[in-house]
């Protein structure tokens, strides 16, 4: 067994889940068992108190109307970071970090169409890339959590459930599609304090987009979700949606460029940037 | 005397300065008169709650290097609104408001160097150019005058001093430059306050960037402003700095694009849109 570099971090030859990460690891250790390949699930839970993040990767010729995209949706599309065409270390939400390798999973598009979910995307990296790094709802969720409401899916152990809406967004040049929303069952009485906590937080996706009944915004049977999990709703809770970063993965789906990459839903990039630093300031 | 369309409008051989422009105009009003060439000076105080929008038009081959700039420095450049390649209606911020039109006065610049200061540039306007509508501090501004706050540049009925600073923006492909701040003197009890009520509206620049002290900023002589005109600092009173939109101007010059528009300093697009929609929400 070799043995590990750092004491917290498990021997190289385990394969690791949420649960075998110690609360009091780096970001920048956690991306390190992600680039080795030790490191495939969701992330959900990992580094407490750092921002969490999506990814879609496009080439230079989709980057100005995905852009422009995130420009007037930055509800569900809020950008951390996008990189320079090529460059594949970011700049400014995290150093060290290789966007190549340092995603537990990645999904690969080609017009359209999921080809494969490699742990690791160097291999086919190519110089007109320009990787768009979003904001994602477990920001918000570490301050519901402090202010004792209960996460449901961090609860059950599950991926939060994610739906396509009816909810157009804005288009911009060929990007279009419907929003997509996470949901969050509350009791009536955190419903607001829910609303507000994450109103203060613009930069990953902010107050909700919508409380109560699903059909109002097109679902169908919120025990059936597009992406994620489905969850226990009790009598008498709210179903509450906030706008969600798998929204792109939803566009490209619709759009088909050439050639995307997305993260893999719940395996995220985890970043330098605290949650705290993401709120109005 | 051609008669006027609307009564609170004067009659179309006038020309107009802020001080003609009834209250109660509406920003459609408005930019019609800005149509017609029968307004072109400063807007400051025109259609009171509205918000106010600087310009910049780049060639498309300049456009997503521009739009990744004010990604990264939104502070100094918040988009209101990005036009689509050629389109010259604005489609978020104003409805039935031409870009080449409705601005009282542009600036044309080729290769960095102005060449001139047009009321309309349809004449001039290009298939490629794509439209960077920035939000201003006109807009906090009501605010704080709301808040019993005195804005000096008001009281003395001149444009804002900006200055140039050493701050650098983060590069994005091309461009770079150094921040362009706008100051108002305050006198020390109405600081905090000012700081406050103008974060909380980050859409339009948001707090300031700088209190007190010039030359930390890299500022030589606060009474000689490289944009607009020097106003009066009382005994005691301390300047705050708030980063400019006119910042994407000093880009262009620093840059040297083939080709850009801006609008001229001071002379504002009235949009649509009511500044208490730009805060936080």
């Known amino acids: 067994m070799q043995p590990s570099d750092t004491p917290n971090i498990p021997a190289a030859s385990e394969i690791l889940s949420a649960a075998d990460i110690p609360a009091d690891m780096t970001p920048s250790q956690f991306r390190r068992l992600c680039r080795e390949g030790r490191f495939a699930t969701h992330t959900s839970g990992v580094c407490p108190g750092y921002a969490q993040a999506n990814l879609i990767v496009l080439p230079y010729e989709d980057a100005f109307d995905f852009l422009l995209f995130a420009q007037r949706n930055p509800k569900p599309c809020p950008l951390l970071e996008v990189t320079e065409p090529g460059v594949r270390l970011t700049q400014i939400c995290a150093e060290d970090c290789d966007i190549a390798t340092d995603f537990p999973r990645y999904r690969v598009y080609k017009d359209g169409q999921l080809v494969c979910e490699p742990t690791d995307v160097s291999d086919i990296w190519r110089d007109d890339l320009v990787a768009f790094v979003i904001g994602c709802s477990f920001s918000f969720e570490s301050d519901l959590i402090e202010a004792g409401i209960e996460i449901r899916h961090n609860t059950l152990g599950c991926n939060v459930p994610m739906y396509i809406t009816n909810i157009p967004c804005k288009p911009a040049g060929k990007m279009r599609g419907n929003m997509v929303v996470s949901m969050r069952p509350l009791p009536p009485q955190d419903v607001v304090r829910a609303t507000m906590i994450s109103g203060a937080i613009p930069k990953v996706h ?76």
């Open 206 to 281: 902010g107050a909700p987009i919508h409380i109560g009944d699903p059909s109002v915004i097109g679902i169908k049977d919120v025990m059936r979700p597009d992406f994620g999990d489905p969850v226990t709703i009790n009598p008498g809770e709210v179903p509450v949606f906030w706008p969600c970063g798998v929204t792109p993965q939803s566009v490209v789906m619709s759009v088909k460029p050439k050639f995307a990459i997305t993260h893999a839903p719940g395996h995220m990039l985890i970043t330098d940037q605290k949650n705290i630093n993401l709120r109005v300031q």
